[in-house]
């Protein structure tokens, strides 16, 4: 994958493998990032980012459901039940797990430090569950159709949106 991100399996561990069923799309990135970083690094860096800022403002104007960086830091620190057009559905001291206001999305993050001979690394994760809803008298539910034409730049914005987060907290690093 582009950008030094990789698709995976979730891990096992991940708030998200809830949604790891017939009726749902579920995905995961991850990506390496030098040192130690906390998950209210990432969360605040991956809300923080030019790319989801754009994101935030059309929320903002399409939905009424406007943010802002401050409220971004206070969801990292784990001291809030929403941010923008989504609700905390579980959060850990390493994982966050959202809802979208529709009930339809999910969004997780997730960060882990490993240590080892090349020093310490932290591992950022990004994944998505779209709930596809019940479909009358079918026993397999299908995705819709606008959902599988625009799948593709589902999983290209979600490329972009982890590796703008890893890029942030490295010009953090750096800084």
């Known amino acids: 994958m582009p950008f030094g991100i990789d698709t995976c399996e979730l891990p096992e561990q991940s708030l998200l493998r809830r949604y790891r069923r017939a009726d749902c799309h579920t995905d995961c990135y ?12 990432f ?4 809300y923080c980012t030019r790319l989801f800022r754009l994101e935030r403002w059309i929320l903002a104007h399409a939905v009424k459901r406007p943010s802002t960086d401050e409220q971004a830091r206070t969801l990292g620190a784990g001291l809030a039940t929403g941010f923008a057009a989504w609700k905390v559905e579980e959060q850990t001291d390493d994982q ?3 809802c979208d206001y529709l009930q339809r999305t999910r969004s ?10 090349a020093g310490d690394r932290t591992r950022l994760y ?3 569950a779209v709930v596809h809803p019940q479909q009358v008298g ?9 959902f599988r034409l625009l799948l593709p730049v589902h999983k ?3 490329v972009a949106l982890l590796w ?12």
């Open 30 to 41: 991850t990506t390496l990032l030098p040192g130690c970083r906390s998950q209210a690094e």
């Open 43 to 46: 969360v605040e860096a991956f």
């Open 96 to 98: 966050l797990l959202m």
């Open 108 to 117: 997780w993050l997730m960060s882990v430090c490993e240590s080892g001979s």
């Open 126 to 128: 990004f994944g998505s």
């Open 138 to 146: 079918t026993a397999n539910p299908k995705a819709s159709w606008p």
């Open 156 to 158: 290209l914005y979600s």
């Open 164 to 175: 703008s987060a890893r890029s942030r907290l490295e010009k953090v690093l750096v800084g």
